[in-house]
């Protein structure tokens, strides 16, 4: 059974706190992603990678970066956590020309 | 840039009903991948069904199937006798192929009332 585990369900950060979210994959996917989930905007990417120490921006970089140092491992990072990145946060993985598989979701809620 | 339209953001009906849930998305590629995917109120988005844009016959999974319309750029799902486990937020998503990005329509909440 295919899985993909995010370190956190809920988190609760104050302003201007550096945020770490991890994301482990255990189906030797090349491609691993980072995508918000807002009300009304969908899902829009933040990052991706598709091979370890490399990655692209997405649609929505600003305020984040990411680290990819092993391959079933990707991290998002908020260096420095402000309100407007309360969110739902998930990871996801996939191969080439296959379908994706997400983790359970982190809720962050930056106060 | 590919993009994914859900007209429809939220969508109720009664449990055993049929329920169609629209999706149109943009591009000028000509092979590519379309899915529909899940996510119930415990928020683990799963697969629902994928398309081939090649293959001209529509996708089926039980109670699910979906109406490809490759002209027409639209890629709608259809649930036959809903249950309440139906119950989710459903997003359309686009995926060129070859390509890393999947892209992701603005979804539609399904409530399906007992």
């Known amino acids: 059974d295919v899985k993909v585990t995010q370190s956190s369900r809920y988190l609760v950060k104050r302003t201007g706190e550096k945020v770490f979210l991890e994301c482990v994959q255990d189906?030797?996917?090349?491609?691993m992603f980072w995508y918000r989930q807002d009300p009304g905007l969908g899902l829009r990417l933040i990052y991706f990678?598709?091979?370890?120490?490399?990655?692209e921006k997405g649609d929505i970089p600003e305020g984040y970066s990411v680290s990819r140092e092993k391959k079933e491992r990707f991290s998002l990072i908020l260096e420095s956590a402000s309100t407007n990145q309360t969110s739902m946060y998930l990871c996801a993985s996939r191969d080439r020309d296959s379908e994706a598989f997400f983790g359970q979701g982190t809720r962050l809620t930056v106060v | 840039a590919q993009t994914v339209t859900q007209s429809q953001p939220e969508m109720s009906v009664q449990e055993a009903e049929t329920v169609t849930l629209s999706c149109t998305y943009d591009t000028s590629e000509n092979n590519y991948y379309l899915f529909w995917y899940k996510q119930p109120p415990s928020r683990q988005m799963i697969l629902v069904i994928r398309?081939?844009?090649?293959?001209?016959q529509n996708a089926t999974e039980n109670r699910f199937s979906v109406n490809f319309q490759k002209a027409a750029k639209s890629f709608s799902l259809k649930i036959s006798d809903s249950q309440l486990g139906d119950t989710a937020m459903y997003f359309c998503a686009f995926l060129l192929q070859g390509a890393q990005k999947l892209v992701f329509g603005q979804g539609t909440r399904l409530t399906i009332n007992p």
């Open positions: 398309q081939e844009a090649y293959k001209q």
């Open positions: 990678s598709y091979d370890v120490k490399m990655k």
């Open positions: 189906m030797d996917h090349e491609n």
